[in-house]
C-alpha cells in the first residue's frame, strides 16, 4: 500500500501558444503518472497527478498586467488567483483520507 502525486499541469493536457517545451514536458508526467498508476495498483499503490490550473505567484504578478491578472482570474472556477501553497494543501488533504483524484 502506498500512493505517489505527481504535479502536473493544465498545460500538459490542453496545450499553450507559445510554451510547447512545457506543455510537452508537462503531457510526458502525464502519461507517466497513468503508466504507474497501471503498473503499480494492482500492488495496491494509489497513483494519482494534480493539474492545477496557473498559480500566480508574486514574481508572476509583477510581470503580468492587470487586465491578463484579471482574466486568467476569470477563467478560473472560484475566480480566485491560487496560492502556490494550494496544490500542497489538495494533495495532503487527499492523501490523508485516501481520496482518489
Known sequence: MGAHRQRCSRSGLVGTAR???YSAAKAG?????RSLAKEL????VLVNAVAPTTILTAT???NMTHEVQER?????RSGASPRPT???ESC???AQAGIRL
Open 19 to 21: 510554451q510547447a517545451h
Open 86 to 88: 494550494m496544490w500542497r
Open 29 to 33: 508526467l502525464i502519461g507517466l503518472t
Open 60 to 62: 508572476m504578478r509583477e
Open 41 to 44: 495498483g494492482p500492488d495496491g
Open 72 to 76: 486568467m482570474a476569470k477563467s478560473i
Open 92 to 94: 495532503c488533504f487527499s
